[in-house]
C-alpha cells in the first residue's frame, strides 16, 4: 500500500508504544511503520515520558486549587504527536480537556477515541464547523456565525455548544471587549447557541495583563448582571499559572507547564511548581573522530580545532528541529557527560566536542533535552537563546515518538 505524506503523518500522530528503556530502541520495533520508511536505530527520536506528564497535571491540579484543566495540545501536542499525548493525559480526572488550534488536530483526536471536550482555537469554514459539530468538537467563536449555527442546530436538532472568545488587548483574534455586546447578546438570545465557556488571552506583559484582567472581569460582570450565562470562564496559561493566581476564574488553559518545562526561566526555582519535563529529544552517535590541531568542522569551516581534538558527530538537524542555534552554546549529554556543540547544525547532522579523550563511541546515546539537571529544555534554551516553545514545537513530526 503507497502512504501519501497525509495519512503518514496521522500515523505519526498517534504511536502507542510503550518501551521499558531508551536502550531496548535500537532493537524495538518501529513506533511508527510505512512501507517506505524505515528509521535507522542511529536517527533521532523523541521520548515522552509518562510519569513526569502525570505529576505535572497533578502539580497544576495543586497550584490551581483542583479546577478542571484544559490541556493545550496544540501544534503536535508541543511536539510529542496530539494524539499520544491526550490518550496519556484523558485518563487523568484532573483533565477536563484539550484545545487544539488545527482543525485536522481535533478530528483527529475524535478518530483515535479520545472522548472527553475538544475546544477548536484556530478557524474553520462552515463545512468545517459542520463536521465538528457532528463529531462533538466546540468552536471557539468571536465574529457573528449566529445563522451558520441557526442551520447546524435545525438538522442536529440540539444548541451548539460553543466557547467565546474576546479579546482584552492581545489583538490576535478574538471580539475586542469594547465591541464584545452585540455578539455575546446575539449568540446568547439564539436557540441554536449553549455558551459553554468565554476566555481571554494574557499578552503575558505583567502590568498590561493586570489591566487585561480588568477588562475581561468587567465585560463578564456586565454580560452576567444582564443574565447571560457565560459558561466557563478561563484565561490562564503556564505564565499565569505563575503570575496570576487571580486569573485562575472556572478553569484554566496551560501548555507548557504540563509538559513539565518552564515556560520562563525566572519560573525555575520560585518553589511555585515543581515541573519535571515530559519530552526529550535522543539520537546516537554515528561518528567519533580525532581532529588535528588546525583541521576544520561544518560548513564554512565555522570550527577550527585549536589543538588536537576529539569530536563525535550527531544525525541531528534542524531539520529534525535541533535548532541552528544550539551550535552557539547548548551541550549534549553522553555518557553522562555534557559536550558542547560546535560549528553549525546542519539540516541533518551537528558535531560536539569531545576533548582531549576519546570518551565516545559510535552508538553512544546522545540526549539534546530531556528531564536531567543541566540538560532539561529550559537549559538548553539558557545557553543558547533557543525558545522552549521552538525546542518542543519545532520538532519534526516524522520523527518517532516513544512514550516512556
Ligand atoms: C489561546 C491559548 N491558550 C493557552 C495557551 C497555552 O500556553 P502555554 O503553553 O504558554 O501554557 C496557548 C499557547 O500558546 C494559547 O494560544
Not at 182 to 196: F, G, H
Not at 355 to 382: H, N, Y
Request: hydrophobic share 40%; proline share 7%.
Amino acid at each position: 500500500m503507497k502512504t501519501s505524506r497525509r495519512s503518514f503523518l496521522e500515523a505519526g500522530l498517534a504511536l502507542p508504544l510503550v518501551l521499558n528503556s531508551a536502550t531496548e530502541i535500537a532493537a524495538a520495533p518501529r513506533a511508527t511503520e510505512s512501507p517506505d520508511s524505515k528509521d535507522s536505530s542511529f536517527d533521532p527520536w523523541v521520548e515522552i515520558h509518562k510519569e513526569n506528564l502525570r505529576h505535572n497535571v497533578q502539580e497544576i491540579s495543586r497550584r490551581v486549587s483542583a479546577r478542571p484543566i484544559l490541556a493545550v495540545i496544540k501544534n503536535n501536542g508541543y511536539g510529542m504527536g496530539v494524539t499520544n499525548i491526550a490518550s496519556l493525559l484523558e485518563p487523568q480526572p484532573e483533565i477536563f480537556g484539550f484545545a487544539v488550534v488545527k482543525f485536522h488536530e481535533a478530528m483527529s483526536l475524535r478518530d483515535a477515541g479520545l472522548r472527553k471536550p475538544i475546544l477548536l482555537l484556530g478557524p474553520f469554514d462552515e463545512n468545517n464547523l459542520e463536521d465538528a459539530v457532528a463529531r462533538n468538537i466546540m468552536p471557539m467563536v468571536y465574529t457573528p456565525l449566529g445563522p451558520a449555527l441557526d442551520k447546524i442546530a435545525a438538522k442536529t436538532q440540539k444548541p451548539v455548544p460553543l466557547h467565546i472568545c474576546i479579546d482584552t488587548g492581545i489583538g490576535r483574534v478574538g471580539v475586542p471587549y469594547h465591541q464584545a455586546a452585540p455578539l455575546v447578546r446575539d449568540l446568547a438570545s439564539r436557540k441554536s447557541v449553549q455558551i459553554r465557556g468565554t476566555m481571554m488571552t494574557f499578552t503575558e506583559d505583567p502590568d498590561f495583563d493586570k489591566e487585561q484582567l480588568r477588562r475581561f472581569t468587567e465585560t463578564c460582570a456586565a454580560f452576567e448582571k444582564e443574565g447571560i450565562a457565560l459558561g466557563k470562564k478561563h484565561a490562564a496559561s503556564s505564565f499565569s499559572l505563575f503570575q496570576h493566581p487571580d486569573s485562575f476564574f472556572d478553569m484554566v488553559r496551560p501548555g507548557m507547564a504540563i509538559y513539565g518545562i518552564y515556560s520562563e526561566n525566572e519560573f525555575r526555582g520560585t518553589g511555585v511548581m515543581d515541573l519535571r519535563p515530559a519530552i526529550s529529544l535522543k539520537a546516537r552517535v554515528i561518528y567519533a573522530k580525532k581532529l588535528r590541531k588546525g583541521d576544520s568542522a561544518g560548513y564554512n569551516r565555522a570550527y577550527l580545532a585549536k589543538d588536537d581534538v576529539w569530536v563525535a558527530t550527531l544525525p541531528v538537524g534542524h531539520a529534525d528541529g535541533w535548532p541552528r542555534t544550539a551550535a552557539k552554546g547548548a551541550k549534549v549529554r553522553i555518557n553522562g557527560e555534557l559536550f558542547p556543540v560546535i560549528a553549525s547544525v546542519s539540516a541533518s547532522h551537528c558535531i560536539v566536542e569531545i576533548g582531549s579523550e576519546e570518551k565516545v563511541k559510535i552508538g553512544d546515546l546522545a540526549t539534546c533535552f530531556d528531564w536531567q539537571p543541566a540538560s532539561r529544555p529550559e537549559d538548553v534554551s539558557e545557553s543558547c537563546g533557543a525558545s522552549v516553545y521552538d525546542l518542543t514545537m519545532h520538532l519534526n513530526p516524522l520523527l518517532p515518538r516513544r512514550v516512556v
